[in-house]
Nanobody
Framework: VQLQASGGGLVQAGDSLRVSCAASKRTFPTFAMGWFRQAPGKEREFVAVIGMDGGTTFYADSVKGRFIISRDNAKNMVYLQMNSLKPEDTAVYYC?????????????????WGQGTEVTVSS
């Protein structure tokens, strides 16, 4: 499956932004989808994951209560709504897919990766 992330940009602290990820494969509904991010000079970290039917979601503690992950299986799309953005949210955001949600949540790994979309939050 090919993944294409978009929607990044430059925003101010406290603003909201939604990043999107389009998947190419018709079997998209069989994949758990996740978002990761990598800030300059730091390792990639898990942000959020959503199960195949959208009924299960998990978030990193750093974004819990501010970010919302969702998916539209009819459109092969996954979204990350980011609210109350902070400068420390600045990073390149990557979407990822895996057949097993545990691989994403427990292992911070995934079978398929998209290119990143850059989010910069100014103070």
């Amino acid at each position: 499956v090919q993944l294409q992330a978009s929607g990044g940009g430059l925003v101010q602290a406290g603003d909201s932004l939604r990043v999107s990820c389009a998947a190419s494969k018709r079997t998209f509904p069989t994949f758990a989808m996740g978002w990761f991010r990598q800030a300059p000079g730091k390792e990639r970290e898990f942000v959020a994951v959503i199960g195949m039917d959208g009924g299960t979601t998990f978030y990193a503690d750093s974004v819990k209560g501010r970010f919302i992950i969702s998916r539209d299986n009819a459109k092969n799309m996954v979204y990350l709504q980011m609210n109350s953005l902070k400068p420390e949210d600045t990073a390149v955001y990557y979407c990822a897919a895996d057949e097993d949600i545990v691989t994403i949540t427990a292992g911070a790994r995934a079978h398929y990766w998209g290119q990143g979309t850059e989010v910069t939050v100014s103070s």
